[in-house]
């Protein structure tokens, strides 16, 4: 039964550049749905609602109790509704891996505008283009002006814009993460400082992984993970596979090992690591099991791709942000 | 000149906006369909382990991430230059079955049938899917909750993450069925069959008994005379994992029928300087621009053109289910753009037979899921149905296997240049002069687009949040058992 | 104006703090562009370290350590040296040169090769230019 006299919370769920997948994650609450419904009212959720830009401008500063903000800042539409969604909440969440840290599209800061659209409108071999035409802001048509948004040269998280209140890992967040967040929200349970992480542990997927460890973690080589028979239950560092749980932030349920899958580290670092890629490249070097210069140099060389598997989900967010072109 | 902007354009996945342009009369001028949105995946995926890729393009939707995954899959077992193992292309075929169950049921419910069941010019605050819950009865809602539930936990069983996918690894998967859980999903597959013909018979009920509705999407402003796209297997029948692309043109007769590595043969993409969305069209046909018939390379890639493009479903309900409506529709192919959300449904009875077959077969608890890697890598094209288009995914890579470049052409995309058609042949068949342009025609203008299910899946809801409603839930005497009220 | 570059450097206690030390005692003249960090060990050294270092606008990172089974916890330097080499390739990925990191091995009694050592890798940063990391932050934020 709804509760008349307590007044709901006024919640709202926007993307920047995102997947939707995060949507989907707040979507997969089953049958605890009615429970957010007696809850919580929807103002703003485009997935879901037909509310408008407009309608969001329109509303007192503050109006909104909760955001959840999910998706990284890629253009300016991205960074006009962060700043405009600021305002009109209490409480901004930077929902998922990219508002978080940038996320995948995070990557993209391994080239630049110029590399993306090159390759988008020109290189791509099932693009015909012979004028060389790229989007542009502003265009004008017949009947007046066209605009789309500007694409920036570097993907940016929701914290590198805005003030940010929490940060709710992952990609997407476990369900139930988020469930016990809006909870704790709705009963008025005392919450961490702003800018905390929640709905994460503060511990390691490693705590949590139900794979076998030994005291024995030396490495002769590093192998993708199709290289190797992988045998379902031995930690896959131990394997030789390079696994970002170390690294990262529990509270997922390890999704992806129990996928036979490494962990590429979606949750993000623990705390006091606030680049968790040069904490895991740290510990990788360290295990490699070797003295002498060119020995070392050859087990490095089956590491393939570093940045993009210790900076997975974090690139923007790592010390150097960016590549330097 | 009056100008009706929609921004953004909602009830879907993804960003987009719409302008309309009326003249002084009252008119549409014309409509420009924008996607503001990019984020370069072509281009970051350079320099990433093509193993790795799977798992990366997911993220490029997470509402069919499963489609993505699959795509790159086989994509990554073509740079490998294998084919996975028997029981490891049925472990796939599985997962992507549960993934289009879970896709098709949550887009009917939550888009289609609100228009349909609860009317096209209805109030906003009903025409979602509470409204539908109320015409239909709430157990339905409920049970459409718990089907997809089912189709995420089977997603989830094979694929490790419910959402984003991480069951692929060159010529395989990584992880098998048990015995025990193989007689689990057998249930719930044979649960999918109901609900999926449970969904025709609500469709048959509501919207085909209805002339209006009927009127409607075979009359109405929403058709295009376009050709025709999907995936084929060798006996030319619908199959969403696998087989060769076939495209038919306005008669249904064949204009070609390509293997996947083939593609850049017959397809193209045209930009526009104002929007950052590319516009597939037939190479061989040549871009024409925005219009349609014979001499104009556009084309669609959707439910209903995966239908026409083929000669049949490959499973005995889905195919009297396919009879029936090119019957009741006027033979094939049919060009009523409204007539997907029909074609959908057909789709969803033929991914639960297909889901059931599947996990019916010996093979799926085989222990023979990952096929040996003997070549160098190299290259590699990887196609599939995703539920709104035919996918393609290719990579190149050096001899370690690291992308050295990548093109993709996503579903959606593949419909650009329709979705811009229809949105402006219904804003001209509905913005007229004397007509009074309110939120409600311009959502039916929205409703062109809606048909192509532009990548949504939502669970069961749009909620209102700002209009007065009361729903009861009554037992099946209609004795009032709870009552939620919203009063603002 | 002429280029100064900017180094930081990693002197483990034991042996290259204690050589750099030694040049200083002997009033030995060397390249001022130096500025040290006194640590135990250059097992102490992680990427975290040289990272920072770069973003707040160093040109080059200079990390010195004991000779091969010299350190002083037998296996510090090691690390080092491993950790040396995977972000040497970490660095390559994000397009700062290699150049710019440097790692020798320097004992308490090699006076002089520092001095030499701080003089060569001065000019090479000198001949690379100035490192764009910390400006390229700059401008994002």
Redesign the interface.
């Known amino acids: 039964m709804a509760n008349e006299e307590k007044p709901k919370l006024k919640l709202a769920v926007y993307w920047a550049a995102s997947c939707g997948g995060c949507c989907v994650s707040v979507l997969d609450v089953h049958e605890k749905l009615f429970d957010v419904v007696a809850a919580a009212d929807l103002v703003f959720w485009p997935i879901a609602l037909d509310v408008k830009y407009k309608d969001v401008e329109a509303m007192p500063d503050g109006h909104i109790d909760v955001t959840l903000f999910n998706g990284a800042v890629r253009n300016s539409e991205n960074e006009y509704m962060a700043k405009l969604l600021r305002k009109k909440s209490k409480v901004l969440v930077a929902y998922g891996s990219c508002a978080h840290m940038g996320g995948i599209p995070g990557l993209a800061n ?1 080239t630049t505008k110029e590399g993306i659209f090159n390759r988008a409108y020109i290189e791509s071999e099932s693009t015909d283009n012979p004028e060389g035409i790229f989007p542009q802001t502003e265009y004008e048509v017949p009947e007046g002006t066209l605009e789309i948004p500007e694409f920036y040269n ?1 993907v ?1 998280s929701l914290g ?1 814009v805005v003030d940010v209140d929490y940060y709710l890992p992952g990609c997407p967040p476990q369900t139930e993460r988020l469930v016990e967040v809006f909870m704790a929200i709705v009963t008025g349970a005392e919450l961490p400082p702003p800018g905390s992480v929640v709905g994460a542990n503060d511990k390691t997927q490693c705590d949590e992984c139900e794979r076998e460890k030994s005291e024995n973690k030396t490495i002769k080589k590093f192998y993708r993970p199709w290289q190797i028979k992988d045998d379902g239950k031995t930690c896959f560092l131990e394997q030789g596979v390079i696994c970002m749980g170390p690294a990262t932030r529990g509270g997922c349920g390890v999704r992806c090992i129990v996928g036979n899958a490494p962990c590429r580290g979606c949750y993000g670092p623990p705390p006091d690591a606030p ?1 968790p890629g ?2 895991m ?2 510990a ?3 295990m ?1 099991d ?2 002498e ?1 060119n020995e ?2 050859e087990i ?1 060389e089956t ?1 393939d ?4 598997t ?1 900076y997975r989900f974090s690139l923007p967010a ?8 | 000149m009056k100008r009706y902007t929609i921004d953004p354009i909602t009830r879907l996945e993804g960003h987009g906006k719409i302008e309309i342009f009326c003249n002084d009369d009252g008119d549409v001028e014309n409509v420009y369909f924008q996607v503001p949105e990019l984020r370069g995946f072509e281009k970051f995926l350079e ?1 990433r382990a093509v193993e790795e890729a799977s798992q990366i393009v997911t993220k490029i939707c997470g509402v069919c991430p499963g489609c993505h995954h699959m795509a790159s899959g086989k994509a990554t077992d073509a740079v490998f230059g294998v084919r996975p193992t028997s029981a490891a292309a049925k472990l796939r075929e599985l997962f992507f079955m549960a993934h289009f169950v879970h896709s098709h049921i949550a887009h009917f419910y939550a888009l289609a049938a609100p228009d349909f069941v609860v009317g096209p010019t209805a109030s906003p605050a009903e025409r979602n899917v509470l409204g539908v819950i109320g015409k239909v009865g709430v157990e339905i809602g409920t049970e459409v909750l718990k089907q997809r539930r089912i189709a995420q936990e089977i997603q989830a069983l094979l694929g490790g993450h419910q959402t984003h996918v991480v069951m692929n690894t060159p010529g395989g998967v990584r992880k098998g069925l048990t015995e025990d859980e193989r007689k689990t999903v057998e249930e719930q597959a044979k649960g999918f069959v109901e609900f999926s013909k449970f969904s025709l018979k609500i469709f048959s009920d509501v919207v085909l008994a209805n002339e209006t509705y009927v009127d409607i999407i075979l009359n109405g402003p929403y058709s295009l005379n376009i050709y025709s796209m999907g995936l084929v297997d060798e006996n030319n029948k619908v199959n969403f994992y696998d087989g060769k692309v076939r495209v038919v043109d306005q008669e249904g007769v064949e204009h070609c029928k390509y293997a996947p590595e083939e593609y850049t043969q017959w397809v193209a993409e045209h930009v526009e300087p104002y929007s950052y969305l590319k516009y597939p069209y037939l190479k061989q046909v040549g871009w024409k621009g925005f219009v349609d018939g014979k001499d104009s390379g556009v084309y669609h890639a959707t439910p209903l053109s995966r239908l026409n493009a083929s000669d049949g479903m490959a499973t005995p309900l889905a195919q009297a289910e396919f009879e029936k409506m090119y019957e009741t529709l006027g033979g094939k192919p049919v060009h009523a753009t409204l007539a997907m959300h029909w074609a959908r449904l057909v789709e969803l009875l033929y991914s639960a037979e297909r889901a059931l077959e599947l996990i019916q077969d010996p093979e799926i608890t085989s222990d023979d899921i990952q096929a040996e890697l003997p070549n160098v890598p190299n290259e590699g094209v990887g196609i599939v149905e995703a539920q709104r288009g035919t996918l393609t995914h290719h990579y190149w890579t050096d001899e370690k296997g690291i992308i050295q470049k990548a093109n993709i052409i996503v579903g959606t995309t593949n419909n650009n240049a329709p979705i811009s058609m229809s949105l402006k042949k219904a804003a001209q068949g509905l913005i007229k002069k004397g007509v009074d342009v309110s939120e409600g025609i311009l959502n039916m203008v929205e409703m062109a687009f809606r048909a192509y299910d532009p990548c949504f899946s939502c669970a069961t809801h749009s909620l209102p949040g700002h209009m007065p409603l009361i729903v009861n839930f009554c037992d099946k005497d209609g004795n009032v058992l709870r009552t939620y009220k919203r009063d603002k | 104006m002429d280029f100064e570059p900017k180094i930081v450097s990693f002197l483990c206690n034991w042996c290259s703090y204690t050589g750099a030390d030694l040049a200083g005692t002997s009033r030995m003249k060397y390249a001022p562009n130096i500025r040290v960090i006194r640590i135990m060990c250059s097992g102490r050294v ?3 370290f040289v ?2 270092a ?2 707040e606008g160093a040109d080059g990172v200079l990390i010195c350590g004991c000779h ?1 089974g010299d350190c002083h916890y037998h296996e510090g330097n ?2 080092c ?3 040396y ?3 040497q ?2 660095l390559k ?4 040169q290699g150049e710019r990191l440097k790692l020798e091995w320097v004992s308490a009694s090699e006076g002089k090769q520092f001095a030499d050592l701080a003089d060569s890798f001065t000019e090479t940063i000198r001949g690379l230019g100035p490192c ?2 910390k400006e ?2 700059e401008t ?2």
């Open positions: 391994f570097d940016r590198q680049d040069s904490k490249m740290s990788i070097a360290t490699i070797a003295n210069d070392i140099q490095i590491i791709d570093p940045a993009g210790f790592s010390i150097l942000r960016r590549t330097i072109s | 320099g | 992680e990427p975290t990272l920072k770069f973003r091969p090691y690390k040296l491993r950790r080499h995977l972000l390739k970490y990925q994000m397009g700062i764009k990391v390229n932050v994002l934020a």
